[in-house]
Nanobody
Framework: QVHLVESGGGVVQAGGSLRLSCAISGSTFLVYTMGWFRQAPGKEREYVAAMHWGVGNTYYAGSVKGRFTISRDNAENTVYLQMNSLKFEDTAIYYC???????????????WGQGTQVTVSS
């Protein structure tokens, strides 16, 4: 089993920055891809970013590319989402997730965190 806990959410002014963290514990050998997803009120959850856990290649949704960066610490027990140039439209609950395959399809992710709220004011 893989356990994920997000932190770092909060309220930030448009144009500002925020860094989310996701602590990973449990059976980490099961993780092939780490992803970040978000869900705004009344909307479907959407893909934000992903990282191939083995080689570190990163992937981004077009709406955040150039503004957000997914990364991990050297111990590989924490994944981050650095969010710069935040827009009001980025307001959502952000979730980290783990998949046992290489994928960006959210339905393929088996393990999910509880989510952390990000609110961008304008």
């Amino acid at each position: 089993q893989v356990h994920l806990v997000e932190s770092g959410g909060g309220v930030v002014q448009a144009g500002g920055s925020l860094r989310l963290s996701c602590a990973i514990s449990g059976s980490t050998f099961l993780v092939y891809t780490m992803g970040w997803f978000r869900q705004a009120p009344g909307k479907e959850r959407e893909y934000v970013a992903a990282m191939h856990w083995g080689v570190g290649n990163t992937y981004y949704a077009g709406s955040v590319k150039g503004r957000f960066t997914i990364s991990r610490d050297n111990a590989e027990n924490t994944v981050y989402l650095q969010m710069n140039s935040l827009k009001f439209e980025d307001t959502a609950i952000y979730y980290c997730a783990a998949a046992s395959t290489f994928t960006i399809a959210q339905k393929s992710y088996e393990y999910w965190g509880q989510g952390t709220q990000v609110t961008v004011s304008s």
